[in-house]
C-alpha cells in the first residue's frame, strides 16, 4: 500500500523500507512514512480515519504499514495549510487513511517470497472480517496481519556481499582538494583504497611506512595506485593520489562492505596457549584475535559478533479526549451556511530501553545473554553501529478550532462561489500557544468546468518536532523539556514554533 501511494509526486521523498537511507543507529529502518512536497515525515500527518496515530519510534513518526490494509476504502490528501483544520505536523500537508467501517465478509491475502541468492525469505498473512447487527446499526470490524521478513546478512570481513552478492564496487567520493582549475572538487570513484588503513593493518607513518600484512600475517609492500609506491613528503603524506585515497591499488585492504568491529585483541599467554589476558572475560567466552593477519575462528567471531545485537525497546502512548460538533445552522441566499468546531487535549509519551552495551551498564544492568564484560566499556558505546540510548518523554496538548464555509453567490450568469475558513489555538506545554488559521475561496464560472479558487494559509510545527527528529544518542531525561534545570540535552528554551505562510492559487478547467 505505501509502495503504490507514495508513487504520487506530492510523495516523493517519503521513507519506505525500498527507499529510505537512514543509519542503522536512526532506529528509523523498516518504517514506511510519508513526506509531502519534500518537507520531512515530521511535517506530514498520517491519520486513520481522520484521527492522530501513536507513533511508531521516538521521532513520532507513525509506521502506515501498521494500518489495516484489507480495510482501506481510499486515502484522501490535502496538501500544505492544513494546520489550522488538523493542528500541528501538518506543515507539508495530512495523509488520511479511511477505512470501510461498514465492511461485510471476508478478505484475506496470503503471499510469501524469496531472493535469487536464498536469502531475504518474506512470509505476509492478511485476514479482515466484518458483520453488522440491530438491523445494521451495530457493525463489528476487525483486521490482523502477520508480517515476517527475515533480511539480508552482513557482508563478509573486506567487499564481498553476503551470499555471492557481486554489485558493490566500493563507490566512493574523494576531494581532488584542487579549487581552481575548472574542473569538479569531488569526483565519484569505483575500488578506491584509503591510505589510512586496509584489512589487516597498514604501516602509515615511519621509515616502515607502506608496509602491509596480508591474512597469514606476513609483511609485503603496499601498492597504493597504478604508479606503485608513490613517493611521499617530509610529514609522510601520500603523493600522487587523492588526499585519502588512491585510486587502482591494491584493493586487499577493502573493508567496506564488511564489519569494522570492537574486538578482544588484549591478549597474553596462559600455559602456553594464546587466551583474553582478563579472566572474567574468558569465563564469558572472550577469544583471542589477531588484527594483523590470521583466520579468526568461528568461536573469536561468535564472541565480537554476538547473535544478540543492540536492541532499542520502546514504549509508546497517545491519550486522546476529543469533542466534534458539525452542521448547517441557517440557510443563506446562496446556501447553507456551513460550521464546525470542536477541542481536544491529547497526551503523547514514550519510554525507550537501550542493550546495556550500547546504552552503558548504569543505564541497563548487565546479565543473561549480555554478561559483565571487562573488555567492554561500562559506559556504553560498544558497538560499531546502533548505540541506543535509555530516554523518555511526554508532552501534552489542547486544542480548539472553528470551521466555516461561506457560500455567498448563486447565479446562472455569474456562476457559484463560497469563502471558507478556519481557526485553531493551540497550547503546547512544550513552547505555549500558537495560532493557526486559514482563508480561502472557490469561484464557479458560469462556463461549464471552470473553476477559479485560492487560499491562505498560517502553519505551524511546535517546536518538538523540530526536536524529536533526532536519536537518542546520550542520555535524556525527557526530549521534549525546555527546562535547562530538568533537561539533559535538547533544552533550549529559545526555540520557538515553526511559522509557515503559503499562498495559493488556481484555475481548473474540466473538459
Same mark, same amino acid.
Given at each position: 500500500m505505501f509502495t503504490t501511494i507514495a508513487q504520487l509526486p506530492s510523495l516523493q521523498g517519503s521513507s519506505g523500507t525500498q527507499v529510505n537511507t537512514f543509519s542503522t543507529a536512526s532506529g528509523q529502518q523498516g518504517l514506511s512514512s510519508f513526506s509531502l512536497r519534500g518537507l520531512g515525515t515530521i511535517r506530514t500527518l498520517p491519520l486513520l480515519d481522520g484521527q492522530r496515530v501513536v507513533g511508531a519510534n521516538v521521532t513520532g513518526v507513525p509506521d502506515v504499514s501498521l494500518f489495516p490494509q484489507l480495510l482501506v476504502k481510499r486515502v484522501d490528501i490535502v496538501n500544505a495549510g492544513a494546520s489550522a483544520s488538523y493542528g500541528s505536523d501538518a506543515v507539508g500537508g495530512v495523509v488520511n487513511f479511511i477505512t470501510d467501517t461498514h465492511f461485510k465478509g471476508i478478505r484475506r491475502n496470503i503471499q510469501g517470497g524469496i531472493t535469487t541468492y536464498g536469502d531475504d525469505a518474506t512470509r505476509l498473512v492478511q485476514l479482515a472480517a466484518g458483520t453488522s447487527a440491530l438491523g445494521d446499526r451495530l457493525h463489528l470490524v476487525g483486521s490482523a496481519e502477520y508480517?515476517?521478513?527475515?533480511?539480508?546478512?552482513? /557482508?563478509?570481513?573486506?567487499?564481498?556481499?553476503?551470499?555471492?552478492?557481486?554489485?558493490?564496487?566500493?563507490?566512493?567520493?574523494? =576531494?581532488?582538494?584542487?579549487?581552481?582549475? /575548472?574542473?569538479?572538487?569531488?569526483?565519484?570513484?569505483?575500488?578506491?583504497?584509503?591510505?589510512?588503513?586496509?584489512?589487516?593493518?597498514?604501516?602509515?607513518?615511519?621509515?616502515?611506512?607502506?608496509?602491509v600484512f596480508d591474512?597469514?600475517?606476513? #609483511?609485503?609492500?603496499?601498492?597504493?595506485?597504478?604508479?606503485?609506491? #608513490?613517493?611521499? =613528503?617530509?610529514?609522510?603524506?601520500?603523493?600522487?593520489?587523492?588526499?585519502?585515497?588512491?585510486?587502482?591499488?591494491?584493493?586487499?585492504? =577493502?573493508?567496506?562492505?564488511?564489519?569494522?568491529?570492537?574486538?578482544?585483541?588484549?591478549?597474553?599467554?596462559?600455559?602456553?596457549?594464546?587466551?583474553?589476558?582478563d579472566a572474567l572475560a574468558r569465563a564469558n567466552g572472550c577469544?583471542? @584475535?589477531?588484527?594483523?593477519?590470521?583466520?579468526?575462528?568461528?568461536?573469536?567471531?561468535?564472541?565480537?559478533?554476538?547473535?544478540?545485537?543492540p536492541y532499542q525497546r520502546t514504549r509508546q502512548t497517545q491519550d486522546v479526549a476529543s469533542i466534534n460538533i458539525s452542521g448547517s445552522p441557517v440557510d443563506l441566499w446562496a446556501g447553507p451556511l456551513s460550521i464546525a468546531f470542536g477541542g481536544e487535549f491529547r497526551h503523547e509519551y514514550y519510554k525507550v530501553r537501550a542493550d546495556p552495551y550500547g546504552a552503558g551498564y548504569d543505564a541497563t544492568a548487565p546479565g543473561g545473554d549480555y554478561p559483565n564484560d571487562p573488555v567492554l566499556l561500562s559506559t556504553g558505546n560498544n558497538w560499531y553501529a546502533g548505540n541506543y540510548k535509555n530516554g523518555r518523554g511526554a508532552y501534552s496538548v489542547k486544542e480548539a478550532f472553528f470551521e466555516a464555509n461561506l #457560500?455567498?453567490?448563486?447565479?446562472?450568469? @455569474?456562476?457559484?462561489?463560497?469563502?471558507? /475558513?478556519?481557526?485553531?489555538?493551540?497550547?503546547?506545554?512544550?513552547?505555549?500557544?500558537?495560532?493557526?488559521?486559514?482563508?480561502?475561496?472557490?469561484?464557479?464560472?458560469?462556463?461549464?468546468?471552470?473553476?477559479?479558487?485560492?487560499?491562505?494559509?498560517?502553519?505551524?510545527?511546535?517546536?518538538?518536532?523540530?526536536?524529536?527528529?533526532?536519536?537518542?544518542? /546520550?542520555?535524556?531525561?525527557?526530549?521534549?523539556?525546555?527546562? #535547562?534545570?530538568r533537561s539533559t540535552i535538547f533544552n533550549n528554551p529559545a526555540l520557538y514554533d515553526q511559522i509557515v505562510r503559503v499562498y495559493r492559487a488556481g484555475v481548473r478547467f474540466k473538459f
Open positions: 508480517d515476517k521478513e527475515e533480511g539480508i546478512g552482513g /557482508g563478509e570481513f573486506g567487499t564481498k556481499l553476503a551470499n555471492g552478492r557481486t554489485w558493490f564496487t566500493q563507490r566512493t567520493l574523494v =576531494n581532488r582538494g584542487v579549487l581552481n582549475d /575548472g574542473s569538479p572538487q569531488y569526483l565519484v570513484r569505483d575500488w578506491a583504497q584509503s591510505t589510512t588503513f586496509t584489512k589487516y593493518g597498514l604501516i602509515t607513518a615511519g621509515p616502515l611506512q607502506g608496509i591474512q597469514s600475517g606476513q #609483511p609485503f609492500q603496499f601498492r597504493y595506485g597504478s604508479n606503485g609506491v #608513490p613517493a611521499k =613528503n617530509a610529514a609522510g603524506t601520500i603523493l600522487g593520489c587523492f588526499p585519502g585515497f588512491c585510486e587502482g591499488g591494491d584493493l586487499s585492504g =577493502n573493508v567496506d562492505a564488511g564489519r569494522s568491529l570492537k574486538s578482544a585483541i588484549d591478549a597474553t599467554t596462559l600455559n602456553g596457549a594464546i587466551v583474553c589476558r577469544q583471542p @584475535l589477531n588484527i594483523i593477519g590470521g583466520t579468526p575462528s568461528a568461536a573469536a567471531l561468535s564472541y565480537i559478533m554476538p547473535e544478540k545485537g #457560500p455567498f453567490l448563486n447565479s446562472e450568469k @455569474l456562476g457559484h462561489a463560497n469563502l471558507n /475558513g478556519a481557526v485553531r489555538v493551540t497550547d503546547y506545554t512544550t513552547s505555549g500557544t500558537v495560532w493557526a488559521w486559514k482563508i480561502g475561496g472557490t469561484w464557479e464560472l458560469p462556463i461549464e468546468g471552470l473553476r477559479i479558487r485560492g487560499a491562505f494559509y498560517l502553519d505551524v510545527g511546535a517546536t518538538f518536532d523540530v526536536v524529536k527528529g533526532v536519536t537518542l544518542y /546520550g542520555k535524556i531525561d525527557n526530549l521534549f523539556d525546555r527546562d #535547562p534545570a
